[in-house]
């Protein structure tokens, strides 16, 4: 069974303050993985998608990270508007031959002033 | 470019009774897919239609169930609703689905059930 996930559930920057999130994921077949922000009362908004391991994307002060078993959402220099909760993805098949996008639980950031 | 429209944003229910939401996709969108969002278990998916037929479907009872119309709006349907239900329920949109274009998602519809 395809699995996500997100650590930690929630992170406290100040900012300015670097850190990193982390997806790890067991999934047969990985065809990308994705980042999306999730502002309270709204829907995700696509961030990254990344393909092979060792690729990388970045984003402002977000950069995306791949790895074989995980991957990173470095955060440099946080301000308070980035404040959100940060989803991770997987792209697998499913039996139907399709595939469909398999979420982690998210890490929720709260960059204070 | 308009973004995925979901209606209503906000419903309450009672228990037993059934609910209909809707979905506009972004233009030229024609992958629907449904996701359930609660704060226990995160986004789970529900369904997912391409050309009005239902390619993907979630671990989820019979009691959810959806639809596809021509120009590629979406109806999902929930009948003889249970407090459990009470969740935001999120429609994404993609030009053709299971390739690796990111999913677009609406602003969600709030259910509530008492």
């Known amino acids: 069974e395809d699995q996500v996930t997100q650590s930690p559930e929630a992170l406290r920057l100040q900012e300015g303050e670097s850190s990193s999130l982390n997806c790890s994921y067991t999934?047969?077949?990985?065809?990308?993985l994705f980042w999306y922000r999730q502002d309270p009362g709204k829907g995700p908004e696509f961030l990254f998608t990344?393909?092979?391991a060792g690729e990388e994307k970045e984003k402002e002060r977000l950069k995306a990270t791949l790895t074989k078993k995980e991957s990173f959402l470095h955060i440099t220099a946080p301000k308070p508007e980035d404040s959100a909760t940060y989803l991770c993805?997987?792209?697998?098949?499913?039996?139907?031959?399709?595939?469909?996008?398999?979420f982690g639980k998210g890490t929720m950031l709260l960059v204070s002033p | 470019k308009a973004g995925v429209t979901q209606t209503p944003r906000y419903l309450i229910k009672t228990r037993g009774q059934q609910v209909t939401l809707s979905c506009s996709p972004i233009?030229?969108?024609?992958?629907v897919s449904w996701y359930q969002q609660t704060p226990g278990q995160g986004l789970q998916f529900l369904f997912e239609?391409?050309?009005?037929?239902?390619?993907n479907k979630g671990n989820f009872p019979g009691r959810f169930s959806g639809r596809q119309f021509s120009n590629s709006r979406s109806e999902m349907n929930v009948s003889t609703l249970e407090l459990g239900d009470s969740a935001l329920y999120l429609c994404?949109?993609?030009?053709?689905?299971?390739?690796?274009?990111?999913?677009?998602f609406g602003n969600g519809t709030r259910l509530t059930v008492t």
């Open positions: 990344l393909y092979s």
């Open positions: 999934v047969s077949g990985l065809r990308g």
């Open positions: 994404a949109s993609s030009p053709t689905g299971g390739d690796n274009s990111p999913l677009h």
């Open positions: 233009s030229g969108h024609r992958s």
């Open positions: 239609y391409f050309s009005e037929t239902q390619r």
């Open positions: 993805a997987v792209q697998a098949f499913m039996n139907s031959g399709y595939s469909t996008l398999t």
